[in-house]
């Protein structure tokens, strides 16, 4: 399993800051959601547009898809071409994730992959919670496709950008997870960071 965290935002509602190296509690973002995919990965990697040698301190990191912020898409398709660049090395299975989610649950891969080997015609799992899908949190079953998953993906982002529309494209399988109610915080504005350490000091 290879665990992609997601760092390629634009931070419109931080001020533009790069959402990722925020600290939270002393610590960077990033750090977090690393020590939450540690133990369910067997590799770690970091797709960014921005900071690329700030965010290598934690685990390799590689730009995205194109320039600007084109999204997570953008992300995915940077994270499979990686994965194609280094077939011989690496996982057959990526585990994604956003970086503003600080505690992703840690049977996260165990669940989403154990759906996928239940439906063996199934290539991507991904994250439903309280009544709404959570596309950025899913596992894509690569096997040797590395190549076909990178320029499915690009066609999405090119043609509308959206995850949750791709995943609808390619027949993913929503998997739910309501009981997971301290999971899937997302920071999104200086708020919910200070929130968050007020209830996880």
């Given at each position: 399993?290879?665990?992609?965290?997601?760092?390629?935002?634009?931070?419109?509602?931080?001020?533009?800051?790069?959402?990722?190296?925020?600290?939270?509690?002393?610590?960077?973002?990033?750090?977090?959601?690393?020590?939450?995919?540690?133990?369910?990965?067997?590799?770690l990697?970091?797709?960014?547009?921005?900071?690329?040698d700030?965010?290598?301190?934690?685990?390799?990191?590689?730009?995205?898809?194109?320039?600007?912020?084109?999204?997570?898409?953008?992300?995915?398709?940077?994270?499979?071409g990686?994965?194609?660049?280094?077939?011989?090395?690496?996982?057959?299975?990526?585990?994604?994730?956003?970086?503003?989610?600080?505690?992703?649950?840690?049977?996260?891969?165990?669940?989403?992959?154990?759906?996928?080997?239940?439906?063996?015609?199934?290539?991507?799992?991904?994250?439903?919670?309280?009544?709404?899908?959570?596309?950025l949190?899913?596992?894509?079953?690569?096997?040797?496709?590395?190549?076909?998953?990178?320029?499915?993906?690009?066609?999405?982002?090119?043609?509308?950008?959206s995850?949750?529309?791709?995943?609808?494209?390619?027949?993913?399988?929503?998997?739910?997870?309501?009981?997971?109610?301290?999971?899937?915080?997302?920071?999104?504005?200086?708020?919910?960071?200070?929130?968050?350490?007020?209830?996880h000091?």
């Amino acid at each position: 399993m290879l665990g992609v965290v997601l760092a390629g935002g634009a931070g419109a509602r931080v001020g533009g800051a790069d959402k990722g190296l925020l600290p939270l509690n002393g610590r960077p973002l990033v750090e977090y959601v690393l020590e939450r995919l540690h133990p369910q990965c067997d590799r770690l990697l970091i797709v960014a547009n921005r900071h690329l040698d700030e965010y290598a301190h934690y685990a390799p990191a590689v730009h995205d898809e194109g320039d600007g912020h084109a999204g997570p898409l953008a992300g995915l398709v940077a994270a499979f071409g990686f994965l194609e660049a280094n077939r011989h090395a690496l996982p057959r299975w990526i585990l994604s994730t956003p970086v503003d989610c600080p505690d992703p649950p840690g049977a996260l891969a165990l669940r989403l992959r154990a759906v996928l080997l239940e439906n063996p015609r199934t290539g991507c799992a991904f994250v439903h919670r309280a009544a709404r899908p959570q596309p950025l949190c899913a596992v894509y079953r690569i096997g040797g496709n590395a190549a076909a998953w990178r320029t499915s993906a690009q066609t999405a982002l090119r043609e509308h950008g959206s995850p949750t529309r791709w995943h609808a494209e390619i027949g993913a399988v929503a998997v739910r997870f309501d009981g997971a109610i301290d999971a899937f915080h997302n920071l999104n504005v200086p708020d919910d960071f200070r929130d968050y350490e007020r209830s996880h000091g």
